[in-house]
């Protein structure tokens, strides 16, 4: 049996937890290299431990929380071009993309609906597919990553419900043409639903173009984008478990959220999925916005940008066996074999020697990603170099 009958006291209970968690890995090591997520700012973490009753499952008693949570989608808007948004904090990506696909659903009723997604696209729209039963129609991708516009024009029906876009994909951070095939959408029919789904972008490509970069734009700026996804627990630096369900103000319609009348605080309306939430994570989101405001944010991301042109230059050593698939525009290097060795090969001896990336072994090319998170440091590159030259040498003598 796990649980024994006589309590146990805190000190005796904490080690144990100390003893149990050795087995995971940490940030700090600098050795987690293939994660969206990383060490949450300790700001956060103390605002979220001060307010940890707050639930946002019922709002009407907890209005003020209430109120945090539809500023912090708000700020989110305004970074990604629009303050006049409606929406809420979710447990992720997944949800926010889920909920981004309901909504999509009840606003155009079809018996045999469709929705349109790039081949790049999270696997949460799958899962969104499972649940309510659309067609995913995919666009697939060319060498360059990019979809062909003329695919989305000549899929495009009278049964799409939803084309998705993607500022910032899983595996390689690339940017989805989102101006042109917010066009191309207009143009078919202005009804139809366009989500963006920048889960990890949306906490960096505003805060790369203020640093001079340049991308397609792919935020509320395009006027076809009815709602996006932003993740504050990626790039955010928040604490997990929070996503952003950002939608223009114009498409809000009654019955679009779900009605709860039963609640101690009153009948509300909310999209979420779950029901019970944390209001803590959205307290230390709204206080960690404040407290970083716009320049804060920007530091993060230059301090991840210059690091991602460090590795990046770092692959060059070792160009007759491995390579980038793409040059990066994000903190996400996607990275291939240039010869005959399987990449799950090397991903396999990095494993073995402690390094963790992420493998994504049935793209074409198979690649392991590396997502320059903050926690990841020029020492840590270095060190992760030399295991990597010692591998290669074991592999090519
Ligand atoms: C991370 C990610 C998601 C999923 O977000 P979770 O927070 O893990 O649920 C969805 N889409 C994209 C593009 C992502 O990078």
């Known amino acids: 049996m796990i649980l024994q009958e ?50 946002l499952g019922d ?3 907890f209005p003020g929380t209430a109120r ?48 349109i997604l790039p081949e790049t696209a999270h696997a949460s729209f799958f899962k969104a597919a499972d649940f309510m039963g659309f067609k995913p129609r995919i666009l697939e991708v060319d060498d360059n990553f990019m979809i062909d516009l003329g695919d989305l024009e000549s ?49 960096v490509l505003p805060f790369m173009r203020d640093m001079g970069h340049s991308f397609h734009p792919y935020d509320f700026s395009v006027n076809a984008v009815k709602s996006m996804t932003s993740d504050p627990h990626k790039m955010g630096t928040n604490l997990i478990p929070s996503g952003g369900f950002i939608m223009r103000e114009s498409v809000y319609r009654d019955g679009l959220g779900f009605d709860i009348p039963y609640l101690a605080g009153g009948a509300i309306k ?11 994570v959205v307290v230390a989101f709204w206080g960690l916005m404040k407290h970083l405001g716009r320049k804060g944010f920007r530091e993060i991301v230059s301090g991840c940008w210059e690091n991602t042109k460090y590795f990046r230059e770092r692959i060059r ?32 001896l990095l494993r073995k020697k402690g390094w963790y990336l992420g493998l994504f072994k049935n793209m074409e090319p198979p690649l392991i990603r590396v997502v320059v ?25």
């Open 317 to 348: 050593e070792h160009e007759s066996y491995l390579n980038v698939v793409v040059e990066p525009i994000i903190n996400v290097i996607g990275i291939k074999s240039e010869t005959r060795t399987p990449i799950t090969e090397v991903d396999r």
């Open 155 to 203: 899929t495009l029906n009278h049964n799409t419900i939803a084309v998705v876009g993607i500022a910032g994909t899983t595996a390689l951070g690339l940017v989805d043409p989102i101006d042109q095939m917010g066009k191309i959408i207009n143009d078919f029919d202005p009804g139809i639903y366009f989500h963006i789904d920048a889960a990890f972008g949306g906490f």
């Open 6 to 55: 006589e309590p146990i006291d805190q000190t005796a209970v904490i080690q144990a937890l100390r003893d149990l968690l050795d087995k995971d890995e940490q940030y700090q090591s600098g050795r987690i290299l293939g994660s969206m997520c990383t060490y949450p700012n300790e700001f956060a973490q103390r605002l979220a431990s001060m307010f940890p009753e707050k639930n």
């Open 373 to 397: 998170m903050p926690h990841i440091t020029r020492n840590a590159i270095d060190a992760f170099f030399d295991d990597l030259e010692s591998i290669l040498k074991e592999l090519h003598g």
């Open 59 to 61: 709002p009407g008693l």
């Open 270 to 280: 909310h999209f979420n999925i779950m029901g019970t939430r944390p209001g803590s």
């Open 68 to 115: 945090l949570e539809d500023e912090a989608i708000k700020m989110m808007g305004e970074i990604l071009g629009s303050g006049s948004v409606v929406g809420n904090m979710t447990t992720g990506g997944s949800e926010a993309n889920i909920i981004a696909m309901r909504v999509a659903r009840n606003l155009r009723p079809l018996p045999d609906p469709e929705v």
